[in-house]
C-alpha cells in the first residue's frame, strides 16, 4: 500500500535485519574516513614518528623556548594529513563513472581495496615515499567511498527514513575518528614504533568493508539504471522485506528511464536548471569545511598542548571532544526529519560563533607565545570546544552530506554529488595544508576568522537554502526548487520536465 502523508509518500516496507546488516555494512565506509581523519593529529605528535620522518619537527618540539603557535608548522608534515584528501579530491571522479557504470556496490569493493593497500603501505614505511604513497591510496579509498557510500544508503533505504539510514553515515565517521582517538591514547605509550600500530590499524575496519562490499546488495536504482530490471525488482523485494513493491519500483523505473535519456551527465550539470542542486550542494560542503571543525579533528591534540596540556592531557581532551561529537550527531538522527534542516543548521551557527569568538577571546588575552594557560581556562578552552564540536554534530556535519544526495534529480546524481564530495575534500585538503600554518601567523586570530565565516553561513541559509524536509527526491524541483523566491528563476519547462510528463502518461 502507498500513503501519502502532507509533502511526503510512503511506500509499503519493513525493516529486516538484512536491510539493517546492509546499512550497517557500508556505513563502515565512513568509519574508515573517519579513523584516517582521527588518527593523523596524534600520529604528528608522537615522537618516534617525528624522529623517523620530520627531524626537524622534532627539535624544534624539543626547544623549550620555542613559539606556542609556531611549534608545528612545517609544511612536510602538513603534506602527511593533507595528500590524503587531495587524492580523494581527485579521484573523486572517476569514482563516480564507476558508480554509474558498475554499480554502487563494485565502487564500495575498490574504496575497500584501496583503504587495505594503504594501511599496509603507511604502517609498514620506511621512507617518506612509501608514507605520501600510502596516504594517497587511502585517499583513493576515501575517494571512491564517500561518493558510493551516502548514496548506497539513501538509495536502499525507505523513503520516510532516508534522512536518519544517510545520517549513519555521518556516525560511522564520528565514531571511527573517536576510535582514532582512543587508539592513538593507547599507542602514543608504545616506543618508537606506535606510530606504525596507529596506522595500521585501519585494516581493521577496511577489512570490515571489504567483507561487506561482498555481501550487501546492488542498489535496485543502480541495477534498473544499468538495464537489469527483474534482478532490480528482486532486490527491492528482498530489501523492503514485502512483496508488493510495485509502487516503487514504478517510481524507480520513470527515473531511469529520464536518467538514461541524459548520455552526458555533466554537461546537463552546467544547465541552468542544474545550477541550484549544484550551488547548494558544494556551498554546504565548502561551508562545512570553513566552520573549522577539522582544525579541531586533526589536530586537536597539538591546539590542546598548544594551551598548555601535556601529551597525554591533550589525546584525553582529543578523546572527550570525540565522545561529544559522536553523541551528539545522534541528536540529528532525531531532529533532522522533525525540526528540518534550517533550523538545526542555523541554530548552529549561533553556537559555534559564540564559542569560536570566546575560545579566541581567551588565547588572544591569555596565551602568548612561550607562556601557557592557566589549568582552569586551560579546561574552560577544552569545555567550550565542546560546545562548538557539539552544535556541528547535529548540523553541518551529518546536513553536508544529506543535502547534497538528497536534492540532485537521478540523471545528474552521481556526477553532483561528485562534485559536493570533491569541493569537500578540496578545502579538507586546504585547511590540512594550512591550519598550522595559519596558527602560526593568525595566533588566536585564527579563531575569529572562522567564526566570521560562520556570520556568511548563516546568511546563505537564511536566504538561499531551502527546507527539503519530508521532500520526496524526485519532487524537489516542483515542490522546493520552483516554490524558492530566487532559485525559481532558474527553473523553466524544460526538456526533462516534458519527458518526465510524457513516461508518467504512457
Ligand atoms: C566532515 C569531516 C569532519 C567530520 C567531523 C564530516 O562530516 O566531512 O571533514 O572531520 O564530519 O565529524
Given at each position: 500500500m502507498t500513503t501519502t502523508e502532507g509533502n511526503s509518500v510512503k511506500f509499503e516496507s519493513r525493516i529486516t535485519f538484512y536491510v539493517v546488516l546492509?546499512?550497517?555494512?557500508?556505513?563502515?565506509?565512513?568509519?574508515?574516513?573517519?579513523?584516517?581523519?582521527?588518527?593523523?593529529?596524534?600520529?604528528?605528535?608522537?615522537?618516534?614518528?617525528?624522529?623517523?620522518?620530520?627531524?626537524?619537527?622534532?627539535?624544534?618540539k624539543l626547544r623549550a623556548k620555542e613559539d606556542n603557535y609556531c611549534k608545528y608548522d612545517d609544511q612536510y608534515l602538513q603534506l602527511f594529513t593533507s595528500s590524503l584528501y587531495l587524492a580523494a579530491l581527485i579521484s573523486s571522479f572517476p569514482a563516480s563513472k564507476?558508480?554509474?557504470?558498475?554499480?554502487?556496490?563494485p565502487t564500495i569493493l575498490v574504496a575497500s581495496v584501496f583503504f587495505l593497500l594503504g594501511s599496509g603501505l603507511s604502517a609498514g614505511a620506511h621512507q617518506m615515499w612509501m608514507l605520501i604513497l600510502g596516504r594517497i591510496s587511502l585517499g583513493c579509498g576515501v575517494g571512491f567511498g564517500n561518493e558510493a557510500v551516502p548514496l548506497f544508503l539513501s538509495e536502499i533505504a525507505p523513503v520516510e527514513y532516508r534522512g536518519a539510514v544517510n545520517i549513519l553515515f555521518q556516525l560511522f565517521i564520528t565514531i571511527g575518528i573517536l576510535i582514532a582517538n582512543l587508539v592513538n591514547y593507547g599507542t602514543s605509550k608504545v616506543h618508537p614504533w606506535g606510530w606504525r600500530l596507529s596506522?595500521?590499524?585501519?585494516?581493521?575496519?577496511?577489512?570490515?568493508?571489504?567483507?561487506?562490499?561482498?555481501?550487501i546488495p546492488e542498489t535496485p536504482?543502480?541495477?534498473?539504471?544499468?538495464?537489469?530490471?527483474?534482478?532490480?525488482?528482486?532486490?527491492?523485494?528482498?530489501?523492503r522485506g514485502v512483496d508488493n513493491v510495485d509502487p516503487e519500483f514504478e517510481q524507480i523505473k520513470v527515473a531511469c528511464e529520464i536518467a538514461r535519456r541524459v548520455k552526458h551527465p555533466y554537461r546537463s550539470l552546467m544547465k541552468l536548471s542544474s545550477m541550484p542542486p549544484l550551488i547548494i550542494g558544494i556551498m554546504?560542503?565548502?561551508?562545512?569545511?570553513?566552520?573549522?571543525?577539522?582544525?579541531?579533528?586533526?589536530?586537536?591534540?597539538?591546539?590542546?598542548q598548544t594551551v598548555g596540556f601535556k601529551n597525554d592531557a591533550s589525546l584525553l581532551s582529543a578523546i572527550i571532544t570525540g565522545l561529544v561529537n559522536v553523541f551528539c550527531t545522534v541528536v540529528s538522527i532525531y531532529a533532522v526529519d522533525k525540526v528540518g534542516r534550517r533550523l538545526l543548521l542555523l541554530q548552529a551557527c549561533v553556537q559555534m560563533f559564540v564559542s569560536q569568538t570566546a575560545i579566541g577571546g581567551i588565547l588572544l588575552a591569555k596565551l602568548n607565545a612561550t607562556n601557557s594557560l592557566p589549568k582552569g581556562q586551560a579546561w574552560v578552552v577544552v569545555v567550550l570546544v565542546c560546545v562548538y564540536v557539539s552544535s556541528?554534530?547535529?548540523?553541518?556535519?551529518?546536513?553536508?552530506?544529506?543535502i547534497p544526495s538528497e536534492t540532485f534529480p537521478l540523471e545528474t546524481r552521481t556526477a553532483?554529488?561528485?562534485?559536493?564530495?570533491?569541493?569537500?575534500?578540496?578545502?579538507?585538503?586546504?585547511?590540512?595544508?594550512?591550519?598550522l600554518s595559519m596558527m602560526c601567523h593568525m595566533r588566536a586570530g585564527i579563531f575569529l576568522f572562522f567564526?566570521?565565516?560562520?556570520?556568511?553561513?548563516?546568511?546563505?541559509?537564511?536566504?538561499?537554502?531551502?527546507e527539503t524536509k519530508g521532500v520526496p527526491i524526485d519532487e524537489m524541483k516542483e515542490r522546493v526548487w520552483k516554490k524558492h523566491p530566487i532559485w525559481k528563476k532558474f527553473m523553466g519547462d524544460d526538456a526533462d520536465d516534458r519527458a518526465k510528463k510524457t513516461i508518467e502518461m504512457s
Open positions: 546492509c546499512w550497517i555494512l557500508a556505513a563502515f565506509g565512513g568509519l574508515m574516513f573517519g579513523y584516517d581523519i582521527g588518527i593523523s593529529g596524534g600520529v604528528t605528535g608522537m615522537d618516534g614518528f617525528l624522529i623517523k620522518f620530520f627531524p626537524n619537527v622534532y627539535k624544534r564507476v558508480c554509474t557504470k558498475f554499480g554502487r556496490k596506522l595500521g590499524l585501519a585494516a581493521i575496519p577496511a577489512t570490515g568493508l571489504f567483507i561487506g562490499s561482498l555481501i536504482t543502480s541495477l534498473v539504471e544499468r538495464n537489469h530490471e527483474e534482478k532490480g525488482r528482486k532486490t527491492l523485494k528482498k530489501i554546504m560542503q565548502v561551508f562545512q569545511q570553513f566552520t573549522g571543525i577539522n582544525a579541531i579533528m586533526f589536530y586537536a591534540p597539538i591546539l590542546f556541528f554534530a547535529w548540523s553541518w556535519g551529518p546536513l553536508g552530506w544529506l553532483g554529488f561528485a562534485f559536493a564530495v570533491s569541493s569537500n575534500m578540496l578545502f579538507t585538503f586546504v585547511i590540512a595544508q594550512s591550519f567564526a566570521g565565516w560562520i556570520v556568511i553561513m548563516g546568511i546563505f541559509v537564511l536566504f538561499l537554502l531551502p
